[in-house]
């Protein structure tokens, strides 16, 4: 599996067409894919973003780590993906 750091990398990619495609190969809830969205891609806090969702904090914590399990899990496995980290 992915580091938490190395699924940020990704996350960090500045080309948004690979990294919407990088999110398609991963079966997110709805609820983690926003999560995500807000946090590490459009930079709110998580605490804007539980304010904006009107959810808990800790709720987006919760989100947050389950969707970079999952994105660890199955990027670990894609060959676009280690491009993206090596590149």
């Known amino acids: 599996m992915l580091s938490r750091s190395q699924v940020k ?17 991963v079966n997110l ?26 959810i808990s904090r800790s709720s987006i914590t919760k989100y947050r780590k389950n969707a970079y399990n999952k994105m660890g899990k199955v990027w670990e496995k894609e060959k676009s993906i280690k491009t993206i980290l090596e590149g």
Not at 9 to 20: M, N, Y
Not at 43 to 54: F, M, R
């Open 9 to 25: 990398r990704v996350l960090d990619c500045p080309s948004k067409p690979l990294l919407i495609l990088a999110l398609e190969l």
């Open 29 to 54: 809830k709805e609820k983690e894919r926003v999560a995500i969205e807000y946090v590490d891609i459009k930079g709110y806090t998580e605490e804007q973003t539980a304010e904006i969702l009107n």
